[in-house]
Each structure stands twice: as C-alpha cells, then as structure tokens.
C-alpha cells in the first residue's frame, strides 16, 4: 500500500512537470513574436522611415538635443534599451529570490511590454521619439519577462532532458513567429484589399505582436508554479545590482563556469545584433522590399523550428560544446557571404535567411541547456539570473558597433561584416573552456555526451 502511495505521487509530480513545460513552451509561443514581428522584421525600417521624415537637411534627427544620423537611430534605441534592462534585471531577480513569486513578476514584464509594443499602432508621421520610447519599454520588459522565464528551466526539467525542454522552447518560439509571420504577409501585401495603406498595414502587424503577446501568456500563468523561497536565502538576498556583485563573487570560486558566461556573452551578442539588424541591412543596402524581408525572416522561422530541434539531436551525438562550436562557425561563414550579397536580388537573401535558421535557434537553446549543468546545486535560479544578464549585459555592444561603423562610414556592408568579430572571439573563448571538468567542479554528474 505504502509503495502504491509512492508510485502515484511519483507520477502524479512527473505528471505536474509536463504540466509546467508545456506551460513554459506556451510563453516562448507567446513573446517570440514580439522578437520576429517587430524587432526582426518591421520596426527597424518603419522606425528609420519615421526618424528620415523628421530629420534636418543633413539627414540627423536630435533627440534631447543630441545629433543622431536618422539610420542610426533604431540601432541606438535597441541598445538603450538593453542598458535599461540591465539596470532592472538584478532589481526584479533578487525579489523573485526573495519572495519565490516568480509568476506576479512575469506577469507585470509581459503585459509591460505587450502594452507597449500594442501602443506602435500609434507610431505614425514624424512620431520617431514616441517609437524609441516605445521600443525601449518593450524590449527591456521582454529581456526581464525572459530572465524569470529561463530561471523555471531547472525547476521544470531534470538534468538528462534540459536539452530537449530547451530545443522544444525555442522551436515553439519559432513556429509562432512563423505563422503570424503569415498573417503579417497577407496582410501587408494585400493592404490595398483590407482598405489599408501601407504604413498603416505595418502598425497594424506591430501592434498585432502586442495582442498576441498579451493573450497567449495567460496560458503559462495559468500552468507555471511558484515554488516557495527558502529562508537562508530570502535573508542573505541583497537588493539590486548588489545581488548581482554578490553572485559574481560567488562564481570566483567556479571560474569555468564564469568562462563559459564570458564566451556566451561574446557570442550571443552578435546572435542577437544580426537578430535586430538584418532588416535594416536589407532594406538600406540591398534596397529589398517589406514583403521580401516578410518572406525571408518567414523562412528563417520554419528551418529554425528544424534547426533547433535538429541541433538538440545532434547534441546527443556529438555533445552540446560541439554542436555550440560548429554553429558559430556557420555564423561567421554566413556573415561573411552575406557581406557580398549583390544589392535588388532576393533569391540571395533568401539563402543568407536559410542559413541563419538553421544555425539560429540550436545555438541559443543549446548555451541555455548547457548553462544548466554549470550551476552549482541550489543555486539555480540566481545563476540564471547572472545568465540572463549575460545574454543581455552585453547585447549592447553590437547594435553600437552596427550603428557607430554605419555611422563612420555610411555603409551598411561595413557595418553588417563588423559582427563577425563577435562569433570569432566566442568561438575561440569557449573552445578553451573545459565543459566536463567544469561540470564535475559545479558539483553535478557529468553526462555521457556533453
């Protein structure tokens, strides 16, 4: 009788756990589209058309007085952004340490930014402020929602299916920006046939985002659980960015798994500025049109689905470091043909978007699962929070990088190849880290394949 009892506890938690990942699958679903509809494909453009009309002869806007070249102007919001999340992630991951309500927090990121990205509906004329404001709230509440949202990883999945719970994340991330990626591109090449025009089209799929955000994250709401926080740590729980220096300190007496953030913060900030810039790279210098970008980040989602689930495969064989390595060399081969793309010819783009998906969301998903047999037992949720500040506190850098060579030199090509730099020193920094032996050093069983 006694041994029933445990057997149906046991199943009953295993069947709690399914419950939370699918859950957790539904909020990638659910902010992914934020990523691809507006920061991927639309905002960039429309928001460097909107600073162009309100700029002066020599082509500057001046925002707060500062002078600005117009298409410069999203790539620095995108940064400034970055650094407001930067400043608010400690804040918000030491209270869901403190308290262990991880749900109120995400809860009060998405509808944040959800609001904010559903307000680009108003982004119209020569409103290229308001579209920075904007921008900035909504980027910086999806980096804190995604902070709280990788920290359940560890909660929701034991060691051995971390990289598959990881893959299938971002593969549901994926398939969603896909199919609203559709509706996007039905939408804004038939405006005429919807009684649209077409920059009223592009506001209507901005705030779509927004909608679709907002809707969709009742779900994990719904299904995640928050766990209760243990008293040793709500006590030694600093606020702040003092959290965060003590959580440094404390990754001093584990310097490998301090290496590997080193080599994921290099290289995830050239993922993510290629991410946010590609669009305005095609459209500037390869004078491509919204429906050929619509099209090409349409195929990027689709393989990404593939690739990242191909990529956890793959890991099974060849171990996660590998798997890493190889898709940071496909990332600079991939940067570097796309340096060459003759200008007006979409078929080329379209190969340079294959690429990427294929490479896109293994990588990032894979850095996740791998992350997580770096951190010492117990200490879950406050390496991820140093993780997710990794993934953001130097994404920064790129889309300044981006706009300041635009800047210097008024090329688009200079400034797209300046990002191979990133995948070539991530690439040689976590060539050099020691997976296994920094596994075993955290505390945790080294897996067979890693």
């Not at 262990?100 to 680009?120: F, I, N, Q, S």
């Not at 893959?167 to 398939?175: C, E, L, N, P, V």
């Not at 500025?273 to 095609?282: E, K, L, M, R």
């Amino acid at each position: 009788m006694g041994t029933d009892t445990v057997r149906t506890q046991t199943a009953e938690e295993a069947a709690g756990l399914r419950r939370e990942q699918h859950g957790w699958y539904v909020y990638d679903w659910a902010c992914s589209v934020y990523s691809t509809t507006v920061l991927t494909v639309f905002l960039g453009p429309y928001l460097t058309s909107v600073a162009e009309k309100a700029a002066d002869a020599d082509g500057y806007v001046h925002p707060l007085g500062v002078p600005v070249r117009a298409g410069s102007f999203f790539a620095y919001s995108v940064s400034l952004s970055v650094i407001v999340a930067v400043v608010l992630m400690p804040l918000v991951g030491a209270a869901a340490d403190r308290t262990g309500r991880k749900k109120p927090l995400l809860a009060a990121a998405a509808y944040t930014g959800a609001a904010a990205t559903t307000g680009m509906f108003f982004l119209d004329g020569d409103r290229y402020l308001l579209g920075g404001v904007l921008l900035v709230a909504a980027n910086a509440a999806q980096s804190v929602g995604m902070m709280l949202y990788n920290s359940y990883l560890p909660q929701i999945a034991p060691p051995e299916e971390r990289d598959a719970v990881s893959s299938r994340g971002w593969a549901f991330g994926y398939a969603a920006g896909s199919l609203v990626l559709v509706a996007n591109l039905v939408l804004y090449s038939a405006h005429d046939s919807f009684g649209l025009s077409e920059t009223a089209a592009v506001r209507v799929c901005l705030a779509s985002a927004g909608l679709w955000w907002g809707a969709f994250t009742l779900v994990p709401l719904r299904r995640l659980r928050d766990r209760q926080a243990r008293v040793e740590r709500a006590r030694a729980t600093s606020p702040g960015l003092r959290q965060l220096a003590a959580t440094v300190r404390d990754m001093r007496r584990h310097p490998l798994t301090l290496a590997f953030l080193l080599a994921y913060l290099v290289y995830n900030d050239g993922i993510q500025t290629v991410i946010s810039q590609a669009s305005v790279y095609g459209s500037e210098e390869l004078g491509l049109g919204q429906s050929t970008l619509i099209v090409a980040v349409l195929l990027v989602q689709v393989l990404a689905v593939a690739g990242a689930l191909a990529m956890g495969r793959l890991a099974r064989t060849y171990g996660a470091k590998r798997t890493i390595l190889g898709s940071l060399v496909a990332w600079t081969v991939t940067l570097g043909a796309g340096y060459f793309l003759p200008a007006g010819v979409p078929v080329w783009f379209f190969v340079l978007a294959a690429g990427i998906g294929l490479v896109l969301g293994g990588s990032q998903a894979l850095s996740r699962s791998l992350f997580s047999h770096l951190v010492p037992p117990g200490k879950e949720a406050e390496y991820f929070s140093a993780y997710e500040m990794s993934d953001r506190g130097m994404s920064w850098l790129g889309p300044l990088l981006f706009g300041v060579t635009y800047q210097l030199t008024g090329s688009y090509r200079s400034a797209i190849i300046s990002l191979v730099a990133f995948f070539v020193i991530g690439f040689a920094l976590l060539a050099r880290v020691p997976v296994r032996r920094a596994i075993d050093e955290a505390g945790n069983p080294v897996p067979d394949r890693i």
